[in-house]
Antibody, heavy 121, light 106 residues
């Protein structure tokens, strides 16, 4: 069965960096786009970034552009999110999620349980 | 940038039909996906491509999309349907989520 397991969350000071990872299993990783989606405490879902199949095509939300970098390793079935220059408003649960296929036409069909990032000022 | 609008909350009586809307300019020209999220849990895809149900989602969940409004319909609403519901579209290679609608029971 499809499994997505995030790691790397924790408490970090504003201005510092943190790297999140997501281990994927149960499907052919290289055949699916992958997302990071976050949710601030008590707030709604906010999309962060997507990376497609071979990793050469990536897109970011304006709120994280130039600070966050999404990457993938298809040989290890892992997805990463490098977060730099962290701010208090980056505090959220970060979800790793699989795109259902066809460049978004099938929704985001599997989600991890999330990892909490807390940015302290 | 494209925006989608959802009501903050919708109330329904058990056994009745709940309708949760997602408004956006000419949203009928886009594929709309819907997610259910219960407290402390990850979101679950309940409708994709406007009106398709993933495997395991009850037939009570249905969707429609036309003009400037997409709608998630939950028939014969049950206590277990109490959750936050989010619509989602794509705009210029980026994902847009609605603000979410909390479904509660009268």
């Amino acid at each position: 069965q499809v499994q997505l397991v995030e790691s790397g969350g924790g408490v970090v000071q504003a201005g510092r960096s943190l790297r999140l990872s997501c281990a994927a299993s149960g499907f052919t990783f290289r055949s699916f786009g992958m997302h990071w989606v976050r949710q601030a405490p008590g707030k709604g879902l906010e999309w962060v970034a997507v990376i497609w199949y071979d990793g050469n095509n990536k897109h970011y939300a304006d709120s994280v552009k130039d600070r966050f970098t999404i990457s993938r390793d298809n040989s290890k079935n892992t997805l990463d999110l490098q977060m730099n220059s962290l701010r208090a408003d980056d505090t959220a649960v970060y979800y790793c999620a699989r795109d259902g296929g066809d460049y978004g036409d099938y929704g985001v069909d599997y989600w991890g349980q999330g990892t909490l990032v807390t940015v302290s000022s | 940038s494209y925006e989608v609008t959802q009501a903050l909350s919708v109330s329904v009586a058990r056994g009745q039909t709940a309708r949760i809307t997602c408004g956006g300019h000419n949203i009928g020209s886009k594929n709309v996906h819907w997610y259910q999220q219960k407290p402390g849990q990850a979101p679950v895809l309940v409708i994709y491509r406007d009106n398709k149900r993933p495997s395991g989602i009850p037939e009570r969940f249905s969707g429609s999309n036309s003009g400037n409004m997409a709608t998630l319909t939950i028939s014969r609403a049950q206590a277990g349907d109490e959750a936050d519901y989010y619509c989602q579209v794509w705009d210029s290679s980026t994902v847009v989520f609605g603000g979410g609608t909390k479904l509660t029971f009268l």
